[in-house]
């Protein structure tokens, strides 16, 4: 794997994730301590996906951080056999996953053959490194698996 900043910078495909690049920041920490997290605002009670920093709804930057449920539910999904992003192995589940809260977010489903997945199917979060950040710093993402 190389490190020359040119091919970082034009082929990162994560987010930067500490606080001299994000302000969520916490979203990134949060998972890092296996929490899974969004945004609800204080506001006006909307919960978001993904985490804000100001609510979409009343504009308000008063939001505070809940845990999401620890289980969703597949709501739809497909299978990419082919062209899968680095550090996959293909065949690789995508899917609309819908939780109790009222959202319903894209993620990829890992550790399972396509052929378990359905549409009902359980789910829950599963914290992944991915490649460090152009200093060197362990990122992280989540997805999914079944339950």
Known sequence: ???????????????????????????YENLREDRFTTTTCNACSAVHWPPRSVCPECMSD???WEEMPPVGTVYSFTVQVAGVPAGFDPPLVYALVDFDNGIRLFTAIVDCEPEAVEVGSKVEVVVREVLPDQQGRTRVMPYFRLA
């Open 1 to 27: 794997m190389t490190t020359d900043t040119a091919y970082w910078t034009v082929l990162d495909a994560f987010p930067q994730q500490y606080t001299d690049g994000n302000k969520l920041a916490p979203f």
């Open 62 to 64: 008063n939001l505070a």
